[in-house]
């Protein structure tokens, strides 16, 4: 095992192999590869070998691969200082490109989000996409944001005349949908918005990427209420929000809450106090009939004196049949067992008209902890779903129109009561003015959950002052949500009202660079650049961070910062990791540091400044206490 600390992010396709191998062991050569043809025999009949497939395809497609499996060499350095609550929030506003943002989260949050909203650039003819998007990389944002070059290359925008207009879209989708799907926990569920341009091209994209059993839906979202006059010859009113799970099977989907009416209908109480209503024990509609489930047709037993209940024989109780409205034999909507089990919730009425006695269940207004809800339908039609009600939003706190079509909050909200548990993380990767972070920090407010965000957000430049970049207008929105909900309500139940900002660059380590010859002057020559391999100007936090982000640890884990014998070190998870960024290290305080028993510990290249004898008395000191031993 080398010691060098693996400074890449996650091998996306080393993980979807091992993935393979663990559901087909049988498929592994004895190199570790994947045997393809004993694969197709484990598959039988399942695999299809014609050449002509069915699907999607695009200029550019097969080239899209290569940018999911080119690893990032970047990092995200935090900047506390535009930070609302550093130390202690757990929700975070990357400042980036999120195609190496997505690779940057994979070892620390692969697996780990509940929800995903996204509402990217709908391809109107007017939007920024990177313009050569299969070799788009790091360097391709450094130089749009000015980072390295002269200045910054220009934002232009994709136009419906370029003959590649679609493919551009599809090229700048793909690899963004397909490293997101990693991140989502199993039960997780990602929402998509767009319109007309592109959602066909959408369904198919998410589709094939998420597979099509995994299709919740494609709501019609009434987001234009007034029409777009400019339209030829209809005004549209609506775009969509494709809905789509990691495994429909594990998903868990909330619905909405009540409406006054429906809430209305619970109007019984019972004798703690609790809103219930009455619902027929016999089965409506489809499938209600004696032989559809004949084991479901038995009698109950009523008393009449005072009404009571027997699922068996008892004497001077009358026997009572499920019988439809036209008189012929129907069935229970509960089996026998069930109805001996729940017996409590069973009650029984004379129905005078008919002179007969029927069976009901009482039917709950709150469940154990769940408020109930309804199921949201397929068109979401409502005055605070609109974009106009989102750009008010917006400008009432910004107080400023630098933002261009931000969606409603409440839109995000009911999106989030769907996706999102109560203490879950979101993410939202093209974040525009960083609606998702409002409806969160709302929705918390509103029923004291503790949901996460995480946003990403290019720094796509506005050409204004007053924000100069649209991640400008991002970080400031969610600063003054957070100070409008504080103001509202003194934050008395101390929820996570913050966020840690994380910007996208280059490495804090000048990489080996493999392109220089290999002649015994150029390696002595990468060798001496090597001697101080941090790069200039970056900080013991900025290394910090993309120790833990490459080690696979949360960008929001709690840091400590400790001295032991005169050494600064971080303590992360209550010691699990121990960082030391000394550079002048010694072996009393290395013994020091190893002394405290952490599961692993780094210490900084430069910090044994050569002295291989310290190193290898470090490393051996490790061993013995059977601690992880790495170096950046
Ligand atoms: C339609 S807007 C999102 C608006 C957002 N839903 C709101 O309510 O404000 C799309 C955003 O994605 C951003 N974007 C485009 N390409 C991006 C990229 N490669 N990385 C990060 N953000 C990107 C754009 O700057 C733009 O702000």
């Not at 192999?17 to 570790?32: A, K, Y």
């Not at 009540?258 to 106090?273: C, Y």
């Not at 990489?511 to 090597?530: T, V, Y």
């Not at 490459?550 to 699990?576: A, C, N, R, W």
Request: charged share 30%; aromatic share 8%; hydrophobic share 35%.
């Amino acid at each position: 095992m080398t010691d060098k600390l693996n400074l890449q992010s996650l091998n996306i396709p080393e993980e979807k192999r091992e993935e393979l191998l663990r559901l087909f062991p049988e498929v592994r050569t004895e190199g570790g590869q994947i045997d393809f043809d004993r694969l197709r025999l484990a598959l039988g009949e399942l695999v299809d070998t014609g050449k002509e497939r069915y699907g999607l395809n695009w200029p550019g497609k097969s080239a899209c691969f290569k940018a999911i499996q080119t690893p990032s060499m970047g990092t995200l350095l935090p900047a506390p200082e535009e930070s609302v609550n550093f130390d202690t929030t757990e929700n975070l506003i990357i400042e980036g490109d999120n195609l190496e943002a997505l690779k940057l989260l994979q070892k620390s949050y692969i697996g780990k989000v509940k929800m995903i909203y996204i509402d990217p650039p709908y391809n109107t003819g007017n939007d920024f996409i990177y313009p050569d998007n299969y070799s788009e990389s790091l360097q391709t944002y450094l130089e749009y944001t000015g980072q390295t070059g002269e200045e910054g290359k220009r934002f232009s925008s994709n136009t419906d005349t370029d003959g590649r207009f679609h493919s551009k879209w599809l090229n700048m989708m793909y690899p963004r949908l397909y490293l997101a799907r990693d991140l989502l926990r199993d039960d997780g569920v990602i929402f998509i918005s767009v319109d007309d341009g592109e959602v066909d091209n959408l369904l198919k994209l998410s589709k094939e990427i998420f597979g099509e059993e995994n299709f919740i839906a494609s709501i019609a979202v009434v987001s234009n209420p007034r029409g777009r006059q400019s339209d030829r010859y209809v005004a549209t009113v609506h775009d969509y929000m494709l809905i789509l799970a990691k495994n429909i099977d594990a998903s868990e989907i909330g619905g909405a809450p009540l409406t006054k009416d429906q809430a209305a209908e619970f109007s019984l109480r019972d004798s703690n106090g609790d809103y219930y209503r009455l619902l027929g024990l016999r089965q409506r509609g489809s499938a209600s009939r004696r032989e559809d489930r004949p084991d479901m047709f038995f009698p109950i037993y009523v008393k009449p004196s005072d009404l009571s209940i027997s699922i068996t024989p008892v004497d001077g109780f009358v026997p009572i049949y499920p019988k439809k409205s036209d008189g012929t034999e129907g069935r229970w909507m509960w089996g026998k067992q069930k109805c001996i089990r729940d017996k409590e919730l069973l009650v029984s009425r004379l129905i005078e008209r008919r002179d007969e006695y029927d069976i009901f269940v009482k039917d709950y207004l709150i469940k154990g902890e769940e408020e109930r809800t309804r199921k949201f339908k397929s068109i979401w039609d409502g005055g605070n779903y609109n974009n106009q009600f989102g750009t008010q939003e917006v400008k009432s706190l910004i107080k400023s129109d630098a933002m261009s079509f931000p969606k409603s909050s409440r839109l995000i909200v009911d999106a989030c009561r769907m996706g999102l548990g109560g203490k879950d993380i979101a993410l939202d990767f093209f974040a525009g003015s960083g609606t998702t972070a409002h409806a969160v920090l709302d929705l918390n407010k509103q029923d004291g959950g503790n949901r996460k965000f995480i946003l990403v957000q290019l720094p796509e430049p506005t050409d204004r002052t007053d924000y100069p970049t649209i991640a400008d207008i991002t970080k400031e929105r969610v600063r003054r949500v957070i100070k409008k909900l504080n103001d509202e309500d003194g934050n008395e139940k101390q929820q996570d009202r913050g966020f840690r900002v994380f910007k996208l660059a280059e490495s804090n380590f000048t990489p080996w660079d493999g392109s220089i010859g290999q002649s015994p002057e150029d390696i002595s020559r990468q060798m001496e650049i090597h001697i101080e391999h941090v790069r200039q100007g970056r900080t013991d936090q900025d290394i910090l961070y993309e120790i833990l982000l490459k080690s696979g640890f949360p960008l929001s884990i709690p840091v400590e910062t400790l001295q032991v014998d005169g050494k600064t070190i971080y303590s992360i998870s209550d010691g699990i990791m121990l960082v030391c960024l000394d550079r002048t290290l010694n072996m009393p305080s290395v013994q020091a540091i190893v002394d405290r028993l952490p599961e692993r510990v780094v210490f900084l290249d430069e910090g044994f400044a050569g002295n291989d004898a310290l190193k290898v008395n470090a490393k051996e000191a490790c061993k013995l206490k059977n601690i992880v031993f790495k170096v950046v």
